[in-house]
């Protein structure tokens, strides 16, 4: 695309359109100019668009209809469960009740908002095995840093002090190192086995006095079940450590195994993964942190608690960590995964994580036809799959990633985890059924296939994109974040 092009399509402005009408004066203007002091008043921007109504209207729905989501097609984003969305829980969350509460609305009228969070705890509690639960923390790495203030906490409360080191295996979601050092902690890596577990024996090693934590996620981030998860508690638990449990993946056990019966200590979920709402752009994440009983006192303040029928904000918490999130976390998050728990209910719950792992073994089964997968046995949510057969052609996983844009597909996550080299990490969730997992096969062979006959096409791609590939380092350096005159982000 040319800059001319773009100019064309983004450089809408004519002089003296207007997208508004705005009444006749009906003040004096010096009044005006009396009532506004003057260093409130902004200048006119220099070269600022001036467009009609519908042009305006047009310009953003066409970029619109450029972008992918989650309800234009498959989102195959690994360790991310990008996956519908039902609307009806858009609607539950728009409700005048919810949407149009303020969050310093007194107790009183608020009511329904903290039942429906007294549940949700309720809830959460019950499938995890965890029963104390704050619904503070606004995203995944939220929770997980909360819920390691908690294990700092109860270390100091318990002992009298914190300890000093985490440990973590290769194999964990990338957040977790950042949280433990947020904390005050050092950080040890666990090499995994050959299978892509945790090695109990490489923590059994590593475990001393001096480590307040293991962190691991589970499954972990390369598809696999830590199925000595218990041996590995129990080592822990053995030298005064706690069990923190990264829970991004709980789509694989949801309703299936209960973290508590693990030995977890505490762990984060993620509701806009697990429990269907929406990420990011979509609408504000939400992590809640789930801990045992012993966690209680250190839990966020304040927390929804239930007096006789009625519901109030427990602020009286001397051993708590403190407030993490203002007001008491991203609401409409809240309902949603409310919405969706009780729509499903227990049954529907473990048919979910079910159907998570049924596709995964789909996708892992019918891919390693054409590409390598470098750990070929039973996985949960997820598949890893590796450039390494498309490499003798010159061909990386970028270039297949890129190459599935022009099928259709948003392309997956890709070089992570980083204990496989050219690492593609396949997610395809529950919601998708088999005719969409089956055109995702056909497209990634077809990928394989161009990549023996003709390699350059896909070092191209995406060709029938508006724009083919950026400059990746500039946009990471020098990214424009918001509009200029005269300079296009098309």
Same mark, same amino acid.
């Given at each position: 695309?040319?800059?001319?092009?773009?100019?064309?399509?983004?450089?809408?402005?004519?002089?003296?359109?207007?997208?508004?009408?705005?009444?006749?004066?009906?003040?004096?203007?010096?009044?005006?100019?009396?009532?506004?002091?003057?260093?409130?008043?902004?200048?006119?921007?220099?070269?600022?668009?001036?467009?009609?109504?519908?042009?305006?209207?047009?310009?953003?729905?066409?970029?619109?209809?450029?972008?992918?989501?989650?309800?234009?097609?498959?989102?195959?984003?690994?360790?991310?469960?990008?996956?519908?969305?039902?609307?009806?829980?858009?609607?539950?969350?728009?409700?005048?009740?919810?949407?149009?509460?303020?969050?310093?609305?007194?107790?009183?009228?608020?009511?329904?908002?903290?039942?429906?969070?007294?549940?949700?705890?309720?809830?959460?509690?019950?499938?995890?095995?965890?029963?104390?639960?704050?619904?503070?923390?606004?995203?995944?790495?939220?929770?997980?840093?909360?819920?390691?203030?908690?294990?700092?906490?109860?270390?100091?409360?318990?002992?009298?002090?914190?300890?000093?080191?985490?440990?973590?295996?290769?194999?964990?979601?990338?957040?977790?190192?950042?949280?433990?050092?947020?904390?005050?902690?050092?950080?040890?890596?666990?090499?995994?086995?050959?299978?892509?577990?945790?090695?109990?024996?490489?923590?059994?090693?590593?475990?001393?006095?001096?480590?307040?934590?293991?962190?691991?996620?589970?499954?972990?981030?390369?598809?696999?079940?830590?199925?000595? &998860? +218990?041996? %590995?508690? $129990?080592?822990?638990? /053995?030298? =005064?450590?706690?069990?923190?449990? #990264?829970? *991004?993946?709980?789509?694989?056990?949801?309703?299936?195994?209960?973290?508590?019966?693990?030995?977890?200590?505490?762990?984060?979920?993620?509701?806009?993964?697990?429990?269907?709402?929406?990420?990011?752009?979509?609408?504000?994440?939400?992590?809640?942190?789930?801990?045992?009983?012993?966690?209680?006192?250190?839990?966020?303040?304040?927390?929804?608690?239930?007096?006789?029928?009625?519901?109030?904000?427990?602020?009286?918490?001397?051993?708590?960590?403190?407030?993490?999130?203002?007001?008491?976390?991203?609401?409409?998050? &809240? +309902?949603? %995964?409310? $919405?969706?728990?009780? /729509?499903? =209910?227990?049954?529907?719950?473990? #048919?979910? *994580?079910?159907?998570?792992?049924?596709?995964?073994?789909?996708?892992?089964?019918?891919?390693?036809?054409?590409?390598?997968?470098?750990?070929?046995?039973?996985?949960?949510?997820?598949?890893?799959?590796?450039?390494?057969?498309?490499?003798?052609?010159?061909?990386?996983?970028?270039?297949?990633?890129?190459?599935?844009?022009?099928?259709?597909?948003?392309?997956?996550?890709?070089?992570?985890?980083?204990?496989?080299?050219?690492?593609?990490?396949?997610?395809?969730?529950?919601?998708?059924?088999?005719?969409?997992?089956?055109?995702?096969?056909?497209?990634?062979?077809?990928? /394989?296939?161009?990549?023996?006959?003709?390699? #350059?096409?896909?070092?191209?791609?995406?060709?029938?994109?508006?724009?083919?590939?950026?400059?990746?380092?500039?946009?990471?350096?020098?990214?424009?974040?918001?509009?200029?005159?005269?300079?296009?982000?098309?």
């Amino acid at each position: 695309m040319t800059d001319e092009r773009d100019r064309l399509i983004f450089e809408k402005t004519h002089e003296g359109r207007r997208g508004y009408s705005i009444p006749a004066q009906d003040v004096p203007s010096t009044t005006v100019e009396r009532s506004v002091p003057a260093d409130l008043v902004r200048d006119e921007i220099a070269g600022f668009p001036e467009v009609s109504e519908n042009n305006l209207v047009r310009h953003y729905t066409r970029l619109s209809t450029w972008n992918y989501g989650v309800d234009t097609g498959m989102y195959p984003l690994g360790s991310c469960t990008m996956k519908y969305n039902p609307k009806i829980n858009e609607t539950a969350a728009r409700l005048g009740g919810f949407g149009g509460l303020h969050p310093l609305a007194p107790e009183s009228a608020v009511q329904g908002a903290l039942k429906v969070m007294y549940a949700l705890q309720e809830m959460l509690g019950e499938t995890t095995g965890l029963p104390s639960v704050t619904l503070q923390p606004a995203a995944g790495a939220h929770g997980e840093l909360t819920g390691m203030m908690m294990v700092r906490k109860r270390l100091e409360d318990r002992d009298g002090k914190p300890r000093s080191l985490v440990l973590i295996p290769d194999s964990a979601h990338g957040t977790n190192p950042s949280s433990a050092h947020l904390c005050g902690y050092d950080v040890r890596e666990i090499r995994s086995g050959t299978a892509g577990n945790l090695s109990t024996d490489a923590l059994a090693e590593a475990m001393t006095e001096d480590v307040a934590a293991l962190m691991l996620t589970n499954p972990n981030t390369l598809g696999m079940f830590e199925d000595e &998860i +218990v041996k %590995a508690a $129990a080592i822990v638990h /053995a030298r =005064g450590g706690l069990v923190y449990c #990264d829970g *991004a993946n709980m789509n694989a056990l949801i309703g299936k195994a209960r973290p508590g019966d693990f030995g977890v200590d505490v762990m984060h979920l993620n509701l806009h993964k697990t429990f269907s709402t929406p990420h990011g752009g979509g609408g504000p994440g939400s992590g809640p942190v789930v801990a045992t009983r012993e966690m209680y006192p250190h839990l966020p303040a304040p927390i929804v608690v239930k007096a006789g029928d009625r519901f109030r904000l427990d602020f009286d918490r001397p051993k708590s960590i403190g407030r993490v999130k203002a007001f008491h976390g991203n609401f409409g998050m &809240i +309902v949603r %995964a409310y $919405a969706y728990i009780r /729509a499903l =209910g227990p049954d529907g719950l473990r #048919d979910t *994580a079910e159907n998570a792992v049924l596709n995964a073994n789909y996708a892992r089964v019918r891919l390693r036809e054409r590409y390598d997968v470098p750990y070929d046995r039973i996985n949960m949510h997820e598949v890893i799959l590796s450039d390494h057969r498309q490499n003798a052609n010159g061909v990386t996983t970028l270039d297949i990633a890129k190459r599935l844009i022009d099928y259709g597909f948003h392309p997956p996550t890709i070089y992570f985890p980083l204990v496989v080299h050219g690492a593609i990490m396949v997610e395809p969730t529950e919601s998708e059924g088999v005719d969409e997992l089956d055109r995702f096969v056909d497209a990634m062979f077809a990928i /394989a296939d161009e990549a023996e006959r003709d390699p #350059d096409l896909l070092k191209r791609a995406p060709v029938t994109t508006r724009r083919s590939r950026f400059d990746e380092a500039a946009a990471a350096r020098k990214p424009i974040l918001r509009w200029k005159p005269g300079i296009s982000a098309a």
